[in-house]
């Protein structure tokens, strides 16, 4: 099958590729880039374990043809660490409040929370709730990522007031 | 005091050792993007497997025909069984004693069976070429419905053993019966329930589910033709087992092969057994001389790789008018798919259900089990619980319930009554366990009193009468569980696995510097195994956590153990972790007392270091004892600070609980609303708080899945209807409550540290409680039991036959 040159950015970081028209963006990522911490675990876009940023939005990169990232800006859980090697504030959250366990749903939803804390800086409860709930997670009910989630939205809204 | 020594106490914050809320090693390259699961391996030439699956659930394979799939560009190899039978690895070994086919001998059994297995470059060629595949199938009548395996007419579904009177436990009775297990005084209850004041009987199903881990099964398989090592790197549970049983099936000697768990994306029981995907990931590798992948997808995990429970349980129980009961009886018919595939102990072909009088004095009880065959897929795993433990729970916890309403007592008050006494332990069952230690009454009470069950019923009662007055569609339902679960499996004289023993291990290094390494022979997949075992080492060896590494999971490493599954890590590996220890610190001790120029019984432990009694100032700390370990040991001593333990535990483990869960259903709906979930658990010594809670809180959603919404479900020709994630409930953070947890500790006498075990409780403990809550809902409308999964679709069926549907 003929493979069509693609230019993206993933990670701050200009990448060009050549992809099968029916390569999917989670395989791009995971094979020919290396990215291996966006996951796979359901095919059907149900888990979203391969979340990933595009274009400012959460999109679950099982479902999205490479193709479609053509021009992309893609942020993956890798990117979320800063040059100097310093996590995120969801990063540190989530090993502070327990967040995870096997660790597989973690870049997904640490990726989701992300874009949840720039859609909106102070949810509630409630709100965290529905803004995962694309992202599943098998090992710890969700109570802890729930709290994980509102301490760094916490710690970044004081961050954003300190610097003011 | 005032000398330069720290407090004790401050040493031992430092350490970071038990009942510590350590923070886990694990997540620093979790929470980047630096796990290393199997499908995150990537090595040069490396070539993708993919199946060609039934897609009917009883059907004859006429023929077979790969030559466009072969002429596809980029395709390497298929294989068929005809490809396998030179080999002798068409059929393989199951765990429970039956065979398996690896890829379909002349039939195929169930829908997803393994036909043929395609090699190619890419994991999209490998599927191309899997559609290019056509295979001629006859289909056959497909038996689904356990209840008919034994019919006079069911079809033979196993062609292999259709003449075989015997199996792997004993007499066959029947084409499609698998095994009789009995256990108990048949008599003594057969007594008990004809001379019993009042006898409740139910049939309780406990329907077939799915562990379903977020990361599906996979291996990559390496065979090296110049130097004949194979390395198999993959999702399983039980590395040092998958190596025996792969050296006993491929010929290869064992000791060139090495088995490798990567990080494991959840495990619950779906990554002990041994696949067919392995198999022929092996098999290729062997013949074209390359690593080969194969990892499966979604829907082929849902319908191939290990289904849970389908048990379906007649229960009698017997009691006197105040509800002390007096006997129990229970058969079984479990549905054990086309091949039994169970993962449990060898003289145990119904793990550990014998364990189903619970956590009730019961003075004689019987249960027998009979397994059959169906076109479903193989399995039977214990799915976040020991062995079959989750079954024996929700029988025992249901049918207490249904006897408290026969007998119109409250299901709190007839637990109290019946449950094991603190003096009463070590308490033998009636079925033959030995529960190690439990003060249940204790546990009932405060989680009683946590909730504040007295208010809870009258707000029901309240509800009740608003209900019958018509000022309210919901109506509220309170339920009560109360478990013991036994796990740790166990002790060699009883327990093995293909005649494996079932100790576990732990070997230490002790670097001179006062560092140190341990590895293990389980494996974790979330548990947090690098965190607590070096934990348990701390507090053992004075070296503080952080300076403590952890691994496990490769065979060339770690030493033999059995794995991690059935809760057992922390009461085996967890034992061998504390008395590989412990001969480290009398090795030190020893050491100590050369340094310090005194008797060994002249030096005491204090935290970090052997100081002489009486002379607090005269001390060598376990650095100090490190660093003279390596240089200036006693006359006679050999060098090195190294330690192994295989731990044969005494006995199994015995943790226990408390659950209540209330819950608000819209009666016009079937919508089941959790309101509240409180989970009391007693898992004996508690390692690290933070993990345990989390545990729970995993195990209560699992719980929560289960009873709320999961079943596999087969249609009459043996279609399962909802293998993916659309149908396949796993619950989203907006069905899944905030959970309250809270605990009791009643140390295990016979493990070293008194810890137990405590991955499965609240899925052991919790299906019981969330059905019970919803059965209660309707109780006092004559409802006695209505089966799981509790969907809207159900309860509100539920609803609808009791009368209450809106006009």
Not at chain 2, 421 to 449: H, I, M, N
Not at chain 2, 599 to 615: A, I, N, P, S, Y
Not at chain 2, 646 to 667: K, L, S
Request: charged share 20%; with cysteine.
């Amino acid at each position: 099958m003929a493979k069509m040159h693609l230019e993206l950015r993933v990670n701050k970081k200009e990448v060009e590729a050549l992809a099968e028209p029916r390569l999917l963006l989670i395989h791009l990522l995971r094979e020919q880039l290396g990215i291996t911490g966006p996951h796979i675990g359901c095919d059907t876009s149900h888990c979203g374990a391969c979340t990933v940023d595009m274009n400012g939005k959460s999109v679950k990169s099982c479902t999205v043809f490479a193709v479609q990232a053509q021009g992309a800006d893609i942020i993956t859980i890798e990117g979320l660490v800063d040059g100097d090697g310093s996590l995120h504030p969801l990063q540190e959250a989530f090993r502070e409040h327990h967040g995870l366990q096997c660790g597989f749903c973690t870049p997904g939803m640490i990726t989701r929370a992300y874009r949840l804390l720039q859609e909106n800086p102070n949810p509630s409860e409630t709100e965290i709730r529905h803004g995962i709930a694309g992202n599943l997670c098998r090992c710890t009910g969700y109570l802890t990522i729930v709290r994980a989630i509102r301490a760094a939205a916490e710690r970044m809204n004081g961050a954003g007031e300190a610097a003011e | 005091m005032t000398s330069e020594i720290e407090s004790s106490q401050a040493r031992t914050q430092k350490l970071e050792g038990l009942g510590t809320r350590r923070k886990r090693v694990e997540d620093i390259r979790f929470t980047q993007g630096k796990g290393n699961y199997v499908d995150d391996l990537k090595f040069p030439g490396m070539l993708f497997g993919g199946f060609v699956r039934s897609p009917y659930g009883h059907a004859r394979v006429k023929s077979i025909n790969k030559e466009a799939a072969i002429k596809l560009p980029g395709v390497k190899a298929v294989l068929t069984a005809e490809d396998l039978k030179p080999l002798k690895l068409h059929w393989m070994p199951t765990l429970a004693g039956d065979v398996q086919a690896v890829l379909a001998d002349e039939k195929v059994l169930f829908q997803g069976q393994e036909v043929a297995f395609v090699v190619a470059e890419d994991r999209y060629i490998a599927a191309d070429a899997v559609d290019l595949i056509e295979v001629d199938y006859e289909e056959l009548p497909a038996l689904v419905d356990p209840t008919r395996s034994m019919a006079g007419d069911a079809p033979v579904l196993r062609d292999d053993l259709k003449d075989k009177t015997s199996g792997a436990h004993g007499p066959r009775k029947h084409h499609n019966h698998v095994f009789t297990w009995e256990v108990g005084d048949a008599a003594g209850t057969a007594r008990a329930l004809a001379q019993a004041a009042v006898v409740a009987k139910e049939q309780i199903v406990y329907q077939r589910v799915h562990p379903c881990p977020l990361e599906t099964c996979g291996c990559v398989a390496s065979m090296n033709k110049v130097d004949g090592h194979l390395t198999l790197w993959g999702t399983f549970q039980a590395p040092h087992a998958v190596r025996t049983v792969a050296s006993l099936i491929s010929g290869i000697p064992e000791h060139k092969i090495r088995i490798v768990s990567p990080d494991i994306g959840g495990g619950f029981g779906n990554k002990v057994g041994v696949y067919p995907g392995y198999i022929c990931a092996i098999v290729a590798s062997i013949v074209l001389g390359v690593p080969v992948k194969w990892v499966e997808d979604r829907m082929e995990n849902l319908q191939a790789t290990a289904f849970a429970r389908d048990y379906h349980m007649t229960g009698e129980i017997a009691a006197s008018p105040d509800g002390r009961i007096t006997g129990l009886r229970c058969h079984v018919l479990a549905d054990h798919g086309a091949f039994d595939a169970c993962a449990d102990p060898t003289k145990y072909p119904a793990g550990f259900f014998s364990i189903c009088t619970g956590s009730y004095d019961i003075p004689v009880a019987h249960v027998t089990v009979d397994g059959v065959y169906t076109n479903k897929a193989p399995g039977g795993v214990a799915y976040r619980c020991s062995f079959r433990v989750t079954e024996a729970s929700y029988f025992i916890e249901r049918m207490i319930d249904v006897l408290a309403r026969k007998l119109a007592i409250d299901p709190a008050e007839i637990r109290r009554r019946n449950l094991i006494r603190k003096e009463q332990f070590p308490y033998r069952s009636a079925l033959g366990w030995e529960y190690d230690s439990g003060d249940y009454v204790t546990a009932l009470d405060k989680s009683l009193a946590a909730v504040d069950y007295a208010s809870l019923r009258d707000e029901q009662r309240r509800n009740r009468e608003a209900f019958a007055r018509g000022e309210t569609r919901r109506l509220m339902g309170i339920g009560v569980s109360f478990f013991t679960e036994i796990v740790g499996a166990g002790p060699i004289k009883n327990c093995d696995i293909l005649g494996l023993g079932m100790f576990d291990s732990c070997e230490i290094r002790v670097h001179p510097t006062g560092s140190a390494i341990a590895r293990l022979g389980t494996v974790s997949q979330g548990q947090g195994h690098a965190t607590t075992f070096a934990q348990i080492l701390a507090s053992e060896i004075g070296i503080p956590a952080e300076n403590i590494t952890i691994e496990e999971g490769d065979t060339v490493t770690a030493p033999y153990g059995l794995g991690t599954y059935g809760s057992r890590s922390t009461p085996v590996a967890g034992a061998a972790t504390a008395m590989a220890g412990r001969k480290i610190r009398a090795k030190a001790q020893m050491i100590a007392a050369y340094l310090l120029e005194v008797h060994d019984d002249d030096l005491e432990w204090d935290v970090d270091r052997f100081r002489v009694k009486g002379v607090p100032e005269m001390s060598k700390t376990m650095t100090e004892l490190a660093f003279a370990a390596y240089n200036n040991v006693p006359p006679g001593m050999e060098p090195g600070l190294e330690a192994v333990s295989y731990y044969d535990p005494p006995n199994m483990t015995y943790p226990f609980g408390a659950y209540v869960c209330v819950v608000d259903i819209d009666i016009d709906t079937g919508v089941t609303e959790i309101r509240r979930f409180y989970a009391l658990d007693d898992c004996g010594t508690r390692i690290n708080p933070m993990i345990i809670e989390g545990q729970v809180h995993g195990g209560l959603t699992e719980a929560l899945a289960i009873a709320m919404g999961q079943e596999m479900d087969y249609d009459e020709y043996g279609n399962l209807k909802n293998a993916s994630l659309l149908d396949f409930f796993l619950p989203t953070a907006v069905e899944t409550p905030s959970w309250e947890t809270d605990y009791t500790t009643t140390p295990s006498p016979h493990h070293p540290i008194g810890a137990k075990g405590v991955g499965e409780s609240p899925n052991v403990g919790g299906v019981s409680a969330f059905s019970n809550a919803v059965n209660d809902a309707f109780a006092h409308l004559g409802l006695t039991h209505t089966a799981m999964p509790h969907d809207h679709w159900r309860v509100w069926k539920t609803a609808q036959s009791l009368g209450l549907a809106a006009g």
